[in-house]
């Protein structure tokens, strides 16, 4: 009878660290400020500096499967960046300043933005003005009308509801202020701008 030999599982390469960038690690980990997913991060990479595999690291650090390799490659791949500042003997001021945008997320691009600044401007003025000076038997503009009333001026073909609800609500209006506060002096009243019912 044939005798099988299971495969040695994988291990997964250590993480490098120096004395210094330990100390580095250590103070992000430790400070106070320190938001927790960089704690966390920190932690991951101590794990693994030890020799833990990954699936050990993640079932430790009740992490998700993807989460660990990630980290893992981007501080093997800023190790060589670190060696000449350590080199040179400065503080390690630089060094910790490094091993935070190591630890932090890249930001997302996420879609590109769709409506330029004139259109929200023009969309924060449609609401600014009194509906009645529009043909529009209402007291306040809910954010359907006003989306109705910037299509009917046509200076776009499509305008979402839920987009301008979300655009008067948000405080992106603050991008504009100059214009929102030359509409109040032109007889906005205070508050105009918010829609009223009808919201999102």
């Known amino acids: 009878m044939p005798t099988t030999i299971a495969p040695a599982p994988t291990v997964s390469p250590t993480v490098p660290l120096t004395a210094r960038q330990r100390a ?5 980990a430790r400070r106070q400020t320190s938001p927790q997913r960089l704690v966390r991060r920190a932690k991951m990479l101590f794990a693994l500096e030890t020799g833990a ?54 930001p997302r691009a996420g879609t590109p933005a769709t409506l330029t600044a004139a259109q929200m401007v023009q969309r924060v003025a449609v609401a600014c003005e009194a509906p009645a000076d529009a043909g529009r038997p209402l007291r306040h503009w809910p954010p359907r009308e006003v989306a109705a009333e910037v299509r009917h001026r046509g200076s776009v073909e499509t305008s979402s509801t839920r987009r301008v609800g979300r655009l008067l609500q948000s405080g992106r209006l603050t991008a504009a202020s100059g214009g929102v506060r030359a509409q109040r002096q032109a007889g906005c009243p205070r508050g105009g701008c918010r829609p009223r019912g009808g919201g999102v």
Do not use: F, K, Y
Not at 24 to 28: A, G, S, T
């Open 53 to 106: 595999t990954q699936c050990h690291v993640t079932r430790q650090r009740r992490l998700n499967r993807g989460t660990v390799d990630p980290w893992r490659q981007r501080w093997r791949a800023l190790a060589p960046t670190l060696e000449p500042m350590e080199a040179d003997g400065g503080d390690d001021t630089g060094l910790t300043t490094l091993s935070v945008e190591a630890l932090t997320d890249h």
């Open 24 to 28: 580095c690690v250590e103070q992000i």
